[in-house]
T-cell receptor
């Protein structure tokens, strides 16, 4: 089946630094990828939709200058948490829809997640 | 705006029991509904995807049903095993959007 990877799986950083998380579709191309954030015992909250070759679409309340998204190719999207603070500590998960058109009925494939801890 | 509710929030059962997890949604105009499994600290694994035109899907010991008119889906797990312990999430895609709406999940523990 389709595989999505994330790197790193876990990162610890000091407050004020920037952290980049990569999301790759390993065996398929994806025009559209998504970035989610998940707090303990909570469901996934969509942060933004990443579109290859264009600007990401951010959900209400998500700071686009803090969470920079770059979808540089059909297999790679990156999320950079800039000037990270302890409240940014969370579990970040990406997903991708196979195909170049991203049909509504297509299933999403999720990455394994990245645990971010900001000290 | 679509809202997805999962009941129960948590469930603890002895091994061997047959289980029913519930998912309800407020807007019946959906494209599909998907059940996921999430192990602690891990990403999501897709279990079953039901298109809006389908009534149910089966995979091994898992069976998911969909009743759009009543806004409900159930995930049936037969002969539960300790390895089934995880959080089960329901996600509904609707409204001409690529973006599914997730429920909060049901945390399942199956003890030996």
């Amino acid at each position: 089946g389709a595989v999505v990877s994330q790197h790193p799986s876990r990162v610890i950083c000091k407050s004020g630094t920037s952290v980049k998380i990569e999301c790759r579709s390993l065996d398929f191309q994806a025009t559209t990828m998504f970035w989610y954030r998940q707090f303990p015992k909570q469901s996934l909250m969509l942060m933004a939709t990443s579109n290859e070759g264009s600007k990401a679409t951010y959900e209400q309340g998500v700071e686009k200058d803090k969470f920079l998204i770059n979808h540089a190719s059909l297999t790679l999207s990156t999320l950079t948490v800039t000037s990270a603070h302890p409240e940014d500590s969370s579990f970040y998960i990406c997903s991708a829809i196979p195909g170049l058109a991203g049909g509504f009925s297509e299933t999403q494939y999720f990455g394994p997640g990245t645990r971010l801890l900001v000290l | 705006k679509q809202e997805v509710t999962q009941i129960p929030a948590a469930l603890s059962v002895p091994e061997g029991e047959n289980l029913v997890l519930n998912c309800s949604f407020t807007d019946s105009a959906i494209y599909n509904l998907q059940w996921f499994r999430q192990d602690p600290g891990k990403g999501l694994t897709s279990l079953l995807l039901i298109q809006s035109s389908q009534r149910e899907q089966t995979s091994g010991r898992l069976n998911a049903s969909l009743d759009k008119s009543s806004g409900r889906s159930t995930l049936y797990i037969a002969a539960s095993q300790p390895g089934d312990s995880a959080t089960y999430l329901c996600a509904v895609k609707s409204g001409g959007s690529y973006i599914p709406t997730f429920g909060r999940g049901t945390s399942l523990i199956v003890h030996p």
